[in-house]
């Protein structure tokens, strides 16, 4: 299964809300450096990664314009 980064913060807050939502509509998500951002949180140059499977992008992309517009 190949993961696609559908959106990056340093962050992890804006994307817990996302990945919540995602989650709720049946397609499974994964925080990609989630642990080394919050050992390394002082290092603003790492960025925690919203990832989810190729395969689910056309369904993610309905629910992001959808997430964006409320």
Avoid: R, W, Y
Wanted: contains cysteine; negative net charge; proline residues 1%.
């Amino acid at each position: 299964m190949k993961l696609v980064t559908i959106k990056a913060s340093h962050n992890i807050a804006d994307l817990l809300v996302l990945k919540s939502k995602l989650e709720s509509e049946g397609i499974p998500c994964f925080l990609k450096n989630e642990l080394t951002t919050q050992i390394m949180s002082h290092m603003a140059t790492f960025d925690v990664e919203l990832q989810v499977a190729e395969g689910d992008l056309d369904g993610v992309q309905e629910i992001l314009k959808d997430f964006n517009n409320q």
